[in-house]
Nanobody, 123 residues
């Protein structure tokens, strides 16, 4: 079964850090742009970060720019979302998605979605 899988979520205090991972099952992420999205309770899903297949182009949502970093490890065929200076408003389910065509904030363009990992920022 072809799918992407997120991991690394958890409970962290405000100001803390977490690193999320996105890996694939049944295929390689090598030729896919990877987008990170999140959905908080009662809110629409929003784009957080996106990295192209080459890693040459990266985009961030306004609410996370300067605090979050997305990067790829080709040797591990994994994409990471490093989240620093976390705030309570970052609490959400975080999803990664794979798009063969490139980065986009349009969710319907993505080919594969993970099940999500919960991130809770609370003292």
């Amino acid at each position: 079964q072809l799918q992407v899988v997120e991991s690394g979520g958890g409970l962290v205090q405000p100001g803390g850090s977490l690193r999320l991972s996105c890996a694939a099952s049944g295929f390689s992420l090598e030729r896919y742009a990877i987008g990170w999205f999140r959905q908080a309770p009662g809110k629409k899903r929003e784009g957080v970060a996106c990295i192209t297949s080459s890693g040459g182009s990266i985009s961030y949502g306004d609410s996370v720019r300067g605090r979050f970093t997305v990067f790829r490890d080709s040797a591990k065929d994994t994409v990471y979302l490093q989240m620093n200076s976390l705030k309570p408003e970052d609490t959400a389910v975080y999803y990664c998605a794979a798009d063969r065509e490139g980065c986009s904030w349009i969710e319907t363009l993505y080919d594969y979605w993970g099940q999500g990992t919960q991130v809770t920022v609370s003292s």
